[in-house]
Structure formats: structure tokens, C-alpha cells
């Protein structure tokens, strides 16, 4: 059975037109204004299901409840974010699942936070580290139009210098510069059998960082690199499309286990 529940006031919700052109909103009882748009009014939908037909500024839209890939493509950016292709293969090497306890650093854009919050559930907790204020406000807005703001905390701190509060977490996400030097501090905020996941686009950080998993005991290291090919798929004419979403970086898990 899929997930009729009906639209609830205050959730987002994607107003789509067509593949390409859609806004990413909150439902509301009253009517808010949209960019470049006009003012839209989607009282119306509170309490109906997905898949509601509404006029608006000349033309048909549905009201649809959003998916992660309609939340990320309509995320506001400043840092260089985690793609999709990378931000799956980092959920499984971190061992989020549903329940989870975890944290990242940096939040930069909060791509990868909204990846976080959206696995986690509303059961589970991410604490998204950043050392730049502004990348956290950017971070925060993008968390709370995806409407995960009660899931997730964020924390302004370099954490090379002074590591995490926390102290039994079962994953945490390393997307910074360094995070050979933040491995020390992030063993100590592992659950024993929790997992670290780090992001380093090139070989001498990829390097730094095996060595220092290796001196501080961590186990069950791996390093991998994913390559996207699209593919285009027509009549008698399948083939692999000729552009391809090549590296973006190295990712490497490994597990505390004493
Ligand atoms: C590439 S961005 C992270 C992008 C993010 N994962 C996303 O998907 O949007 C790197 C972030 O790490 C932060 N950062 C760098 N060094 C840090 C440190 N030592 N402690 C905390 N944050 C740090 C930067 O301020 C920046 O916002």
C-alpha cells in the first residue's frame, strides 16, 4: 500500500507543473507569496490527499507530497553540496538507519543534513556541526523548508579543535578539509560497532585519512568511488549517454568496534 495520508498544515509540499518547473512550499491556511510568481493559496488543500489540481497564476499545477530528490533540487546553495550518487553510498558506510543518532560536520549547504534527517526518521537525531555561522544559517533554512528542522541541531564549532558533545552515536559524516584530524574526536562519540564516513576529493586526503583511521584502531576500512552513467534509453537505440557525472570524490567507512 503506498502513503495516502492526507496533506497536513505546515508540511512542504511540491507544486508542480510540468518535470522542471516546481515550487517547493509550506502548506499554509493562508496565502503566501511566491517569487517571481504571485501569491498562491493552498488552504484548500489542508486535509486532501496528494495529487490535488490547482489553478494558479494562468496555469494547472498538482500539489504533491515531495520526495528527497524534489527537496534537494530546490535547496539553496553556498558550499559545493554532496550529490545524490555519494550522499546514498555515505548513509549506508555510516550506518544510518531509521532510529539513528548521528552527526556531521560540515553542514556546509545542508544537502547531506537533509539526506541525514530524511533516513534518520522522525525516531532518529542529527547534529550538524559547522564552524562558519553563515553556512549554518544557510544549512538551518534549507533543513527547515524540507520540514525537518525537529530532527535536527546544529552546533557552531570547528570540530578539529574541540570535537563532539556527544558520546554514543551510531554514525557521523565527515565532509570537511581535514577530517584526518577530526577522527580522534569522532572515535570517542561512537557507539562501540558505530561507524564513520568520511568525503575527500582527492588521493593525499584520501591517504591522511586511511592512515589515521588505522592508527586509532577504527576497522572494517573501505574506500570507494562512484561513477554515474546515465543512460539513454530509446527504441532500438539504448545506449549510455555520453556525458557522465564523473569523480566528486573518495568515500571511505570504517567502524569503532573497541
Ligand atoms: C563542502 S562543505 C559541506 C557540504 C555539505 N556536506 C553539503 O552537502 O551541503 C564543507 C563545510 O565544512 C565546514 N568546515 C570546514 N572545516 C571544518 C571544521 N574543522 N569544523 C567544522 N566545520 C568545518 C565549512 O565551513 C563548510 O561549510
Sequence with gaps: MGTERPLAEGEPVLVRRREGEAYLLSLRSSPQSVEGVGVIDL????GAPPGGIIEWAGATYRVLRPSLADILRQLRRRAQIITPKDAQQLLFLAQVEPGSWVAEAGAGSGALTVVLAHAVGDTGHVVSYDRRADFLEVARRNVAHA??????????????VEGFDESELDGIVLDVPEPWAALEAARSALVIGGAVATYTPTYNQLERTVRALRTLGFEEIRSVELLERTLHVGEGGTRPEFDMLGHTAFLTGARRVS
Design 43 to 46: 488552504s484548500g488543500q489542508i
Design 147 to 160: 520540514g525537518f528542522s525537529e530532527r535536527v541541531r546544529f552546533v557552531e564549532r570547528d570540530v578539529t
